[in-house]
């Protein structure tokens, strides 16, 4: 199938949420991550490049919340805004929220359906599916769709365990399993959204 082809199969109604809380720190608390502005930047770039709906910063801490909106007001509205729109176009996708229950809600008043939820983990469970899977999926089944990332060390477990579907791990060709947030996404969100050029 062409590039050409493969654009105009039906376009997947797909949100991302970068989950901040719950989730584990390497002794297996829960806990809430720090936001870092690589993430902020870059994966908002990879949503812009994908045509994601919106990438969603859930963060239950105000004063997280209030870094995300300062560092975004520079370069929507500030002088980062005018010295890179590249930058802005792509920032402009992201909206900070506190939770996952709000992320849901927040997709439903906006598409009129709660979305499905899917998720990552660097493990196999029970309703694990492949990306060939879930990208015939996202082409067939109507949405809206929310793929939650984990920071951290990964999505607590009831998390995990709320989603309807839990993507299989990026396996690597060694026994090293510990990439970024930034690249998980980018392979992952390419995998779902991408061009079709395995087939």
Do not use: C
């Amino acid at each position: 199938m062409t590039w050409e082809n493969d654009q105009q199969r039906k376009k997947a109604l797909l949100y991302i949420a970068l989950v901040h809380h719950p989730v584990y720190n390497k002794n297996m608390d829960i806990i809430a991550t720090s936001v870092t502005n690589l993430d902020l930047h870059d994966i908002s770039r990879t949503a812009r490049t994908y045509d994601v709906a919106g990438y969603l910063i859930l963060h239950p801490h105000l004063a997280q919340q209030r870094l995300v909106s300062e560092i975004l007001r520079y370069w929507t509205d500030g002088y980062g805004a005018e010295y890179n729109p590249d930058r802005k176009e792509a920032l402009e996708r992201i909206e900070v929220l506190t939770s996952v229950e709000e992320a849901i809600s927040y997709i439903e008043q906006k598409e009129g359906r709660r979305p499905q939820i899917i998720t990552t983990d660097a493990r196999i469970y029970d309703n694990s599916i492949s990306y060939s899977g879930m990208r015939k999926k996202l082409q067939t089944e109507e949405g809206p769709w929310l793929l939650l990332f984990g920071t951290g060390f990964g999505m607590e477990k009831e998390l995990m365990a709320s989603a309807d579907y839990i993507l299989h791990p990026i396996w690597g060709r060694g026994d090293y399993n510990h990439l970024s947030v930034r690249s998980a996404a980018a392979i992952i969100i390419d995998r779902l959204l991408g061009e079709s050029w395995f087939e």
